[in-house]
C-alpha cells in the first residue's frame, strides 16, 4: 500500500484546522453562557418571549425586530432547536400579519436548516421535530426524507425504542398524507 506524502505545511494547516474545530465549537457554547450571565438558558429565547408579547400587543413591527434578534442569535448558535423556535415564531407572525404563504415559505427555509443541523448533529428528537413540522405545513415530500433520515439515524444508534418512535411517526404522517396519489412511509 503507497503510503499518502504530504508536505510539513499541509501537515500544519490539517493539525490546526482538526485542533481549531473542537475549540470553535466549545468556544461558541461557552460564549452563550457567558453572555447570559451564567445561565443555560438559550440565546434566542429572550427574543422569541419578545416576539410573543408584541404580538399580542398587536405590534407587528416591534415583533419583527425581535424576530431578526432571534433569527441571528438561531444562526450563532448552531442548533436545531434554535432553528425550529425561529421558525415557528416566524409562523405566529404570519398569522397575525395574515401572510401566512409568505410566513410558511420563511418557516420551511428554517425547518430546512433545523432538519439539516440535526442530521448532522445526529439528533433523532431534531429530525423527528423537522419532519413533523414539515408534515403541518403540508410538504409531503420534505416528510418523507426526514422519515428517511430519521430511519438511518435509528439503525445508527441501534436503538429498539428510537426505531420505534421513527415507525410511530411515519404512520401518523401515512395516515395524514393517505388519499390518491400519495406514497407510503413504511
Known amino acids: 500500500m503507497k503510503e499518502l506524502t504530504t508536505s510539513p505545511r499541509t501537515r500544519i494547516v490539517i493539525a490546526a484546522a482538526m485542533m481549531a474545530s473542537p475549540l470553535a465549537i466549545g468556544g461558541a457554547a461557552a460564549t452563550d453562557v457567558i453572555a447570559l450571565g451564567g445561565s443555560a438558558t438559550a440565546p434566542w429565547t429572550h427574543h422569541i418571549r419578545q416576539v ?73 428528537d431534531g429530525v423527528l421535530r423537522a419532519t413533523e413540522a414539515f408534515a403541518a405545513l403540508g410538504d409531503h415530500e420534505v416528510a418523507e426524507q426526514g422519515v428517511y433520515i430519521a430511519y438511518n439515524l435509528a439503525a445508527q444508534v441501534q436503538n429498539p425504542e428510537a426505531r420505534a418512535r421513527v415507525n410511530a411517526l411515519a404512520r401518523r404522517l401515512a395516515a395524514r398524507f393517505s388519499g390518491p396519489g400519495s406514497s407510503e412511509f413504511d
Open 52 to 124: 410573543d408579547e408584541a404580538l399580542a400587543r398587536k405590534h407587528v413591527s416591534a415583533a419583527e425586530r425581535a424576530w431578526h434578534a432571534a433569527y441571528l442569535a438561531a444562526l450563532k448558535s448552531r442548533r436545531w432547536e434554535a432553528m425550529m423556535e425561529v421558525g415557528n415564531a416566524y409562523l405566529r407572525i404570519g398569522e397575525v400579519t395574515r401572510g401566512r404563504r409568505t410566513a410558511q415559505a420563511t418557516a420551511r427555509r428554517l425547518y430546512l436548516a433545523a432538519l439539516f443541523r440535526a442530521r448532522q448533529q445526529r439528533s433523532l
